[in-house]
């Protein structure tokens, strides 16, 4: 795959996508939103591919937010319709990927990268990581899942606290929040991801699909979570992977799973 705003590479059945736009500090515009859903779209179709790490180029930012420039003299319907497709194509698509992708967040997730990186299924920071949500200091709301995911992850006063200060917060203090799963330095960031994702790609790709179908079940309104695990709990059992699982668990070696 060849993009203008992407790097895409692979490490064994690890894919990492490099958001490439380092004179914008990474920001999204239109493009890079569609060269995104690509990117996924086409790593999530590929076997070979088990977990995929999503990062920014540089040593100063994730993604610095969105361009503003884009949509600066939008209207109201333009505004939402920037946010329905936003949510369509990238947000909603990443949190519902079979494939788990796991943001390493390398400096400023500010704006749409925060809720880039929130959509990922987790997070690692690096020490100098800086997330915000400044989206009120310009007159407006978050309107890529912010005001939905980070209560989710933080608790609702934490979220509102973020919201409305229009602050940033450090990597350490995102882990203390949950916000982030792991800080590390910098120039381990991604060869801590990859580590997380080897211990992922030892497992079911099946079995995992059928989790994060039944994790988020639990965040989307008139879903009830519970039933959607019973659902994919019974699927299993009718999978090549719960064969391969189990025949090896009985005969005490690792699984070869597909």
Known sequence: MKFENLIIDKKRNIGIITINRPSKLNALNKATIEELHIA????????????????????????????????ANFNIEEGTELARKGHEILFNFVQNLETPVIAAINGFALGGGLELAMAAHFRVASINAKMGLPEVSLGVIPGYGGTQRLPQLVGKGKAMEMIMTASMIGAEEAKEWGLVNYVVDQSELISFCEKLAEKITKNSSVAISAAIKAINANYTNGVNGFSVEIEQFGISFGTNDFKEGTTAFLDKRKPNFE
Do not use: C, M, R
């Open 40 to 71: 996924f779209k086409v790593l999530n179709k590929n076997i070979e591919i088990k977990t995929i790490i999503l990062t920014g180029s540089g040593e100063k930012a994730f993604v610095a937010g969105a361009d503003i420039s884009e949509f």
